[in-house]
């Protein structure tokens, strides 16, 4: 079993940046892909952006690229996602998840462990 806990949401104006940290525990191996996405109310989650372990390996959705950066400190278990230039569209609820694979994906199927979310309001 592999535990995850986001942190660091919050309310924010446009513009503004915020960074989001998950922590992990439990049986996990640090060859395990991670990734962020997010669910806006009303809306189905998506994809914002995945990483290895190793950190060489990075993918982020077209609509936070260049705004948005994923890293991960092996060493703490932590995984973070630096968010600038905050947009309204950006509000939502924002998890972290982790495959067993080491394979970096988009697709949410592909990671079988779950943080309960943090939310991130951005307001204009």
């Known amino acids: 079993q592999v535990w995850l806990r986001e942190s660091g949401g919050g309310s924010v104006q446009a513009g503004d940046s915020l960074r989001l940290s998950c922590t992990v525990s439990g049986r996990f191996k640090t060859n395990y892909a991670m990734g962020w996405f997010r669910q806006a109310p009303g809306k189905e989650r998506e994809f914002v952006a995945t990483i290895n372990w190793d950190g060489d390996n990075t993918y982020y959705a077209d609509s936070v690229k260049g705004r948005f950066a994923v890293s991960s400190d092996n060493m703490k278990g932590t995984l973070y996602l630096q968010m600038s230039n905050l947009k309204p569209e950006d509000t939502a609820v924002y998890y972290c998840?982790?495959?067993?694979?080491?394979?970096?994906?988009?697709?949410?199927?592909?990671?079988?462990?779950w943080g309960q979310g943090t939310q991130v309001t951005v307001s204009s």
């Open positions: 998840a982790t495959s067993i694979y080491p394979t970096v994906t988009a697709t949410s199927s592909g990671y079988q462990f």
